[in-house]
Nanobody, 115 residues
Framework: QVQLVESGGGLVQPGGSLGLSCEAS????????MSWYRQAPGLERELVAR????????IYADFVKGRFTISRDNAKNTVYLQMNSLNVDDTAAYYC????????WGQGTQVTVSS
């Protein structure tokens, strides 16, 4: 059974940084593309970034390009999202999942950007 456990969220001021982690289990992590999504209140979940199974290819949504970096450590079954230059529009619950076919969603981690 796929399990995804996100962590690292919190409250940060505009312009600040946060690093998210997602520990995965229940599947062969090193063979799966991974992704980060986010969902703000009242809005649909949206794709933020994705990374290939070996980590050599990354793709970002336009609204995070140049500010966020997705990476992974296949030895630790963990995918990361480093978020810099955060703004209030980045406030959302952040989720990781497999890509392109998502599994069941984890609990997510809340990121709140506020002064």
């Amino acid at each position: 059974q796929v399990q995804l456990v996100e962590s690292g969220g919190g409250l940060v001021q505009p312009g600040g940084s946060l690093g998210l982690s997602c520990e995965a289990s229940g599947f062969t992590f090193s063979r799966s593309g991974m992704s980060w999504y986010r969902q703000a209140p009242g809005l649909e979940r949206e794709l933020v970034a994705r990374i290939s199974s070996a980590g050599g290819r990354t793709i970002y949504a336009d609204f995070v390009k140049g500010r966020f970096t997705i990476s992974r450590d296949n030895a630790k079954n963990t995918v990361y999202l480093q978020m810099n230059s955060l703004n209030v529009d980045d406030t959302a619950a952040y989720y990781c999942n497999l890509y392109p076919v998502p599994a069941s969603w984890g609990q997510g981690t809340q990121v709140t950007v506020s002064s």
